[in-house]
């Protein structure tokens, strides 16, 4: 948990943005919440009436300020897909809690910010083609499910095919990678799959779950991804989508390097990338 307001300060710190740069959302409301979620599991979540197995295969102990948190990260990615409707990329300190499912949390994931964000954006007329690109190194399940019969959201997902979750519901595209898969394996799919996902679909706006789990270092990933290749990574996808003239928004998802400091300085680099790459929205 301590990587969110690490990375804020990092970020701050070093120059990277301002601290009015930084806009602080509210909670969102349950309305909208229950755009994704059930009205049983996404009230239970705020008032703790949860069952033990419902808990334990979130992942997290429950507690107010967990809800708290995870009410303020949605609605955090709401404003990102707004913002970046408006200014052309923007990005959540948090967000892409992509393994929740309408009914439950799993893997870490309380409620699922990116479903909401779209259902709220599209529902609202903002947007009516969504894309979403997720290179956590686990599928996003959550967003493969809730998705899957919506023709106007594509979902891609570039993981570790032996990784969580194990049953993987099916993305519009899926490319699962070997264990130990580096750089130049790594980057070289993601080329040729985001080719293929802008050859089937042009979406009005894209969300980037952009994991630093495939890291070799990570604890959770099996990848061997370096630094370097995290940095060729981030540039690709943000130097694809912003060429195209795409809306664009930043999200987190997971991250589990041997420290919180290595964990934020691998964060960080997604929006070092942005910054330079689209250095007139960051004015």
């Not at 870490?108 to 529902?123: H, M, P, S, T, W």
């Not at 991250?255 to 919180?260: E, F, L, Q």
């Amino acid at each position: 948990m301590k990587k969110f307001s690490g990375l804020h300060d990092y970020l701050i710190n070093n120059g990277l943005f301002k601290s009015s740069d930084v806009i602080e959302p509210s909670m969102v409301d349950f309305a909208n919440l229950y755009t994704a979620h059930t009205q049983r599991y996404g009230h239970g979540v705020w008032t703790g009436n949860l069952t033990k197995k419902e808990v334990r295969r979130m992942g997290l102990p429950w507690s107010k300020s967990l809800a708290i948190r995870s009410r303020l990260a949605v609605q955090g990615t709401i404003n990102t897909g707004l913002m970046a409707l408006q200014d052309g990329i923007a990005g959540n300190l948090a967000g892409g809690t992509h393994h929740a499912m309408p009914d439950h949390g799993e893997g870490f994931c309380v409620y699922n910010d990116v479903a909401v964000a779209i259902k709220v954006l599209r529902q609202s007329k903002w947007v009516n083609r969504v894309l979403i690109i997720d290179v956590d190194v686990h599928q996003g399940n959550g967003n493969a499910a809730i998705f899957q019969d919506e023709p106007d959201v594509y979902t891609f997902s570039i993981h570790g095919e032996k990784n969580y979750p194990f049953v993987k519901p099916p993305s519009n595209l899926d490319v699962g990678l070997p264990d130990k898969t580096e750089d130049k394996q790594y980057l070289k799919t993601l080329s040729d799959s985001l080719d293929k996902v802008f050859d089937e679909f042009t979406p009005d706006l894209v969300f980037y779950l952009a994991g630093i789990d495939p890291l070799e270092e990570d604890h959770f990933g099996r990848l061997s991804l370096s630094l370097k290749g995290m940095e060729e990574r981030e540039r690709m996808v943000i130097e694809t989508v912003t060429q195209k003239e795409i809306p664009l928004a930043l999200l987190l998802s997971g991250g589990y390097a041997p420290t919180i400091q290595k964990t934020v300085e691998a964060h960080a680099i997604m929006y070092k990338a942005a910054k330079e790459i689209s250095a007139p929205y960051f004015r």
